[in-house]
């Protein structure tokens, strides 16, 4: 099965990608002003032209963010709940072995790219109009005068890059030749959630696959809760 959840892993990572980027905006249940409560689940149906039914749920789910444990603006934390489930609801053949997979996407909207500092010069070069003495008149020659002020400064500046998307898996599960009716999953509780080093807005989101594997081919089926603003 190393093969298939290796596959699984990478096709996982890429449709969170694009689920975590297109629901970025959505509104959110979870938030830093609402930082206690329930995660709206979900539910998908794995349909193949084989005759296999199955289906994969996501639900129970609770989210608690902390504040940065190390006091600053570029961590966030959370403990997370919940369970997924598949289940086997037809299968008028004989299934090798299914699996369910279940992690958390997070999005990081601006990556902290480090600290720069240097010395420069700087120098300023000012030309006026002024009195010259020494010239006959009474009130001396008129004629050009330069200054300005040549100098040493430490310049400073925090660097930015562009966001990123983290993937944090919670766990799997398993099981050889599963049966019509038979339902298996994964419960996690108080799991951490975290990301270090982003000074932008932080979005996650809890995600579960369900692959059925038969002889001839694996099908998959993802879920994904609803949106976590963690920042």
């Known amino acids: 099965m190393r093969r298939i959840k290796i596959g699984m892993a990478a096709a996982v990572v890429a449709a969170c990608a694009v689920s975590v980027m297109s629901v ?4 959110a249940q979870i938030t830093p002003q609402n930082p206690s409560g329930p995660v709206k ?34 961590s966030r934390l959370a403990y997370v709940d ?18 369910v997979e279940v992690g958390y996407v997070v999005a990081c909207g601006v990556k902290d790219g480090g600290f ?27 004629g050009a005068g330069v200054g300005g002020t040549l ?3 430490q310049n400073q500046v925090i660097k930015t ?21 038979e339902s298996f999953g994964v419960r996690f509780g108080e799991k951490r959630v975290s990301i ?26 993802t879920v994904y809760s609803e949106v976590m603003r963690f920042a």
Not at 51 to 64: S, T
Not at 116 to 139: D, K, L, R, T, Y
Request: charged share 15%.
């Open 24 to 27: 970025g905006t959505a509104s």
């Open 41 to 74: 689940g979900g539910k998908q149906t794995i349909t193949s032209k084989e005759g296999v039914n199955a289906q994969i749920a996501l639900f129970d789910l609770k989210a608690k963010l902390f504040p940065p444990l190390a006091g600053d603006n570029k």
């Open 82 to 99: 919940g369970k997924a489930e598949g289940l086997i609801t037809k299968a008028p053949g004989e299934i090798e072995a299914a699996t």
């Open 116 to 142: 720069e500092s240097w010395i420069g010069s700087n120098q300023s070069v000012s030309g006026g109009v002024g009195v010259v003495g020494g010239a006959p008149g009474p009130f001396g020659a008129v």
């Open 151 to 153: 100098g040493l400064s």
């Open 161 to 181: 890059a562009p966001g990123a998307i983290v993937f944090l898996p919670v766990g799997s599960k398993t099981i050889q030749k599963p049966k019509p009716g």
């Open 196 to 221: 270090e080093g982003c000074i932008g807005s932080v979005d996650a989101v809890a995600y579960s696959t369900l692959t059925v594997s038969s002889r001839a081919f694996d099908d998959m089926k």
